[in-house]
């Protein structure tokens, strides 16, 4: 069975950092694209950021970019996303999602999600 | 980035109802267009993609259509599992862009 765990969210000040993981189960996490997405209170959802199964493709929405990073340590089945320079337009439910190939292709999907970490920018 | 948007924003229906759920795209996306379900804690589960492949495992009463802008999902015979909230997504271009979401309340 595949399972998505993600874990790292919370309340931070603005302007602080956090490291959110997402731990997979039943897949070797490698071989497949892997994205964030977000969901704030009363907005719809947003992907912030995509890595492929490689490593070597990124994506960021430019409401992150050069603030936070997506990586992966497939050793440990492990993806990560390093978030730097926190707005409170930042907090937002945190998803993992698993596409069913290694990279992210157009017309796409994601077969498997996790169940969220919160991460609130407060003061 | 695309825009989708999905109608209605919420609806109430009867177990047994059938239900159909509209999305539609600003521009064309082809056959592009996923479908999921999401309930309040729970990890979203994807039920269609490619507009009308239903991902295994997915009852038949779920069912998708359409192309070019105008998609939809329909829910034939409402079970009690099925209460909950559905959006769409597009995957034509990066990024992917998502509706805001139908909630499927119970009448």
């Known amino acids: 069975e595949v399972q998505l765990v993600e874990s790292g969210g919370g309340l931070v000040q603005p302007g602080g950092s956090l490291r959110l993981s997402c731990e997979a189960s039943?897949?070797?996490?490698?071989?497949?694209?892997m994205s964030w997405v977000r969901q704030a209170p009363g907005k719809r959802l947003e992907c912030v950021s995509t890595?492929?199964?490689?490593?070597?493709?990124?994506y960021y929405a430019d409401s992150v970019k050069g603030r936070f990073t997506i990586s992966r340590d497939n050793s440990k089945n492990t993806l990560y996303l390093q978030m730097n320079s926190l707005r409170a337009e930042d907090t937002a439910v945190y998803y993992c999602?698993?596409?069913?190939?290694?990279?992210?292709?157009?017309?796409?999907?994601?077969?498997?999600w996790g169940q969220g970490t919160l991460v609130t920018v407060s003061s | 980035d695309i825009q989708m948007t999905q109608a209605p924003s919420s609806l109430s229906a009867y177990v047994g109802d059938r239900v159909t759920i509209t999305c539609r795209s600003s521009?064309?996306?082809?056959?592009?267009l996923n479908w999921y379900q999401h309930k309040p804690g729970k990890a979203p589960k994807l039920l269609i993609y490619?507009?009308?492949t239903l991902e295994s495992g997915v009852p038949s009463r779920f069912s998708g259509s359409g192309s070019a802008t105008h998609f939809t999902l329909t829910i034939n015979s409402l079970q009690p599992d099925d209460f909950a909230t559905y959006f769409c997504?597009?995957?034509?271009?990066?990024?992917?862009?998502f509706g805001q979401g139908t909630k499927v309340e119970l009448k």
């Open positions: 997504q597009q995957s034509y271009t990066t990024p992917r862009t």
């Open positions: 490619l507009s009308s």
């Open positions: 890595i492929s199964g490689s490593g070597n493709s990124t």
């Open positions: 039943g897949i070797t996490l490698r071989r497949f694209a």
């Open positions: 999602a698993k596409d069913p190939t290694i990279t992210i292709i157009g017309g796409g999907h994601s077969d498997y």
């Open positions: 521009q064309y996306i082809s056959s592009h």
